[in-house]
């Protein structure tokens, strides 16, 4: 053949042309046709290949092949079809048309059988949603009685449950129309035999001409199988077999969603937060392996109250393990605190029986926090921190019981730790001030000193006082850097006074100060420096240690209570009579002043005859506590020591102490906390009135 062709060659020549190649790869033998004869014999068994185009589109639409698998639609033509024109019969074709038109034939019997023996069930829809063709495939996968042929004219969405919800529905309907390019779903299909299946359903358009879309369907129940099973090991701890962290808080975040509660149920939540007491000696002692099984039976039992509980009522309270020993009980649709109380105590009461665990006998506790709330308003977040904060309270109020959230208290704990984390930083700020309350002689009513009472200017809670702050310094250790600014600023300004009033008697100051400042600092070292520093006399300072800290006393603060003592500095017990009251160990101690306690003056308010009897105005005095208080004055008075009086109030209260010998007093009938400007006006009164 020429490198051009003005059309297609004639059929007796591409015959006669290949027998030539043929022959002239192998030598012709005697007697061998020629190749005009064997080409007079090759035509007839052509043409019965050369037939009109083969018309499909009555059973597929042409260009279906474009959207089918890969798998499927490698080796099947662009169109399927090509009708005859209108009025002309078929045009014989001979040559290499003859061979494409056998080739069409082919594939297009090829196609059919593929469709019909696909592994993917598939069908072909019409404009209307109707089932124009479908394989035997999605017939079975449906479980309908007939082949694919018996699904035609069926309503497809009806087949595979596409019409089951609005969104499904109308994007069905938009790939339909041609507006959107595929649809993927998922679907639970009801099989005739009584079985559901998880299907697959995708929805593809065909080109435009077609005017139909393809579905297949893939069965995925297996897969969904597998993604459950994984899902449940996923969300489920595997010692208890309980719903985990991840799942509770799943649980927890539906339910306080709107549409969870606003339609029906009580729109409130409630929570049981246990963890037990003591888990951690089960595991060092007896190893992981028994506390595990523990943790198990815990389980078990926490798992039987919650069905016992949800019993004649709509929901039964999930149960969760959160982690290491901690449970948690979540009651939806609670009926109030009554309801989360009885809870409580049958979880209670169920592990207070002792767990036999393979031979070994085991007794356990647990402490429980409970929240009961609206549902509105409450996040997952807040209502587990007010949780967990209740768990803390009835862990620190005893173990072994169930506490309520408290907002009263709780608001007092978010106080507590707003100042604990602003301690530190306000003392170099400057937010402390002090106060001086007068220590007057009880016999002459004569100012003899004052003690210094530190107050915190706070910016967002206002004036506090020492117990609001002071066991929180104590607990983090500012106490140390904050003791220390209060006794230097207390003799700073008690050598002022005495600067400024050379005159007047010079004034004691007293000031508190912490065991932990003796064992966290270098106390003797820190009062040498102030004294030295503001020029301030030993005998002008006090200071005052509380009982329990004093009475215990050993080694190095003992020493140092010593030291002080040698330097002149005063030693005042506060509070005496609350703490241990060691007499003994009283006389070996470096103590200069005994401090009643106030709950020991309350008791002489009135004199004999001064209160009101029979209405209930006012309690008469008791005998025994003027001869307790006469006994530690007396004793104190051997040993040495003065005697002041706290929170003497009335004139009553100090004319018996005055009476039993107390040398001074300290309260309101005398002088509230004062700023130093009013010491400095008492003591030139004091000084104006001296001959």
């Not at 105590?345 to 409970?370: C, E, M, N, Y």
């Not at 051997?638 to 009086?645: E, F, N, Q, Y």
Request: contains cysteine; negative net charge; charged residues 20%.
């Amino acid at each position: 053949m020429s490198g051009t062709s003005d059309g297609p060659a004639p059929t007796a020549d591409l015959v006669r042309s290949a027998v030539t190649e043929s022959d002239f790869a192998t030598p012709p033998r005697a007697g061998t046709p020629s190749p005009e004869e064997r080409a007079r014999r090759v035509e007839p068994l052509v043409d019965p290949l050369i037939d009109p185009p083969v018309d499909l589109s009555a059973e597929l639409p042409v260009g279906l092949s474009a959207e089918f698998p890969v798998g499927l639609a490698a080796g099947l033509p662009a169109r399927l079809s090509a009708p005859a024109a209108a009025g002309k019969p078929a045009r014989a074709e001979t040559g290499t048309a003859a061979g494409k038109a056998a080739g069409k034939g082919d594939e297009a019997r090829t196609f059919r059988a593929t469709f019909a023996a696909a592994p993917l069930a598939m069908a072909v829809v019409d404009r209307e949603g109707r089932i124009v063709t479908a394989n035997d495939t999605l017939a079975a996968l449906l479980g309908a009685a007939s082949d694919g042929n018996g699904l035609a004219g069926r309503i497809a969405a009806d087949l595979v449950d596409l019409a089951s919800d609005a969104r499904t529905w109308h994007a069905y309907r938009e790939v339909l129309r041609g507006r959107q390019a595929r649809l993927r779903c998922t679907r639970r299909l009801k099989h005739p035999d009584g079985h559901s299946l998880w299907a697959q359903v995708t929805v593809s358009p065909l080109p435009e001409e077609e005017r139909a879309v393809l579905i297949s369907v893939s069965d995925i129940s297996g897969r969904r199988e597998l993604q459950a099973r994984l899902r449940h090991l996923q969300m489920h701890d595997p010692v208890t077999r309980l719903p985990n962290r991840t799942l509770f808080f799943e649980r927890l975040s539906a339910a306080l969603e709107a549409e969870a509660y606003e339609e029906s149920g009580t729109g409130r939540i409630g929570l049981c937060y246990l963890d037990l007491d003591g888990f951690k000696a089960v595991n060092d002692t007896l190893g992981h392996r028994v506390g595990d099984r523990l943790l198990a039976a815990v389980a078990e039992r926490l798992t039987r109250c919650a069905n016992e509980a949800g019993y004649a009522r709509t929901a039964t309270p999930l149960v969760a393990r959160l982690g290491g020993d901690e449970f948690a009980l979540l009651v939806e649709d609670s009926t109030g605190t009554e309801q989360l109380a009885d809870l409580a105590d049958s979880v209670l009461k169920s592990l207070q029986v002792p767990f036999d665990l393979s031979g070994q006998r085991l007794s356990v506790s647990a402490s429980i926090g409970v929240v009961e709330r609206h549902a509105a308003g409450t996040t997952a977040t807040g209502l587990m921190q007010a949780a967990d904060t209740t768990l803390y309270w009835a862990k620190a109020d005893g173990k072994s019981r169930w506490t309520l959230f408290d907002p009263e208290r709780n608001a007092h704990r978010m106080t507590r730790q707003a100042l604990s984390s602003t301690l530190r930083p306000a003392v170099e700020r400057g937010e402390f001030a002090l106060e001086y309350q007068p220590l007057v002689g009880m016999e002459d009513g004569v100012l003899h000193g004052v003690e210094a009472l530190v107050r915190w200017n706070h910016p967002q809670f206002g004036t506090l006082t020492p117990n609001r702050f002071i066991g929180l310094a104590e607990e983090d250790g500012s106490i140390v850097q904050l003791g220390r600014w209060v006794l230097a600023t207390a003799c700073r300004q008690a050598r002022r006074w005495q600067l400024d009033h050379p005159d007047a008697e010079p004034v004691l100051v007293s000031v508190n100060v912490a065991v932990r400042q003796v064992w966290d600092s270098d106390l003797v070292s820190d009062v040498a420096a102030i004294l030295a520093e503001t020029g301030l006399a030993p005998h002008l300072l006090q200071l005052e240690l509380t009982e329990s800290a004093v009475m215990g006393s050993a080694g190095r603060p003992l020493q140092a209570l010593q030291a002080l003592s040698d330097m002149g500095v005063g030693i005042a017990i506060d509070d005496f009579g609350t703490g241990y009251s060691n007499l003994a160990y009283l006389s070996r101690l470096p103590v200069s002043v005994l401090k009643l306690d106030g709950s020991f003056v309350r008791g002489f308010q009135y004199e004999s005859g001064d209160y009101e009897g029979g209405d209930g105005s006012a309690a008469p005095p008791n005998p025994a506590d003027e001869v307790v208080v006469e006994a530690m004055i007396q004793l104190a008075h051997r040993l040495g020591l003065t005697v002041t009086a706290e929170c003497v109030e009335t004139a009553g209260q100090a004319a018996r102490l005055r009476r039993i010998g107390c040398d001074t007093g300290q309260g309101w009938l005398y002088s509230r906390p004062v700023p130093p400007d009013r010491i400095s006006a008492l003591l030139a009164a004091a000084a104006c009135s001296q001959p």
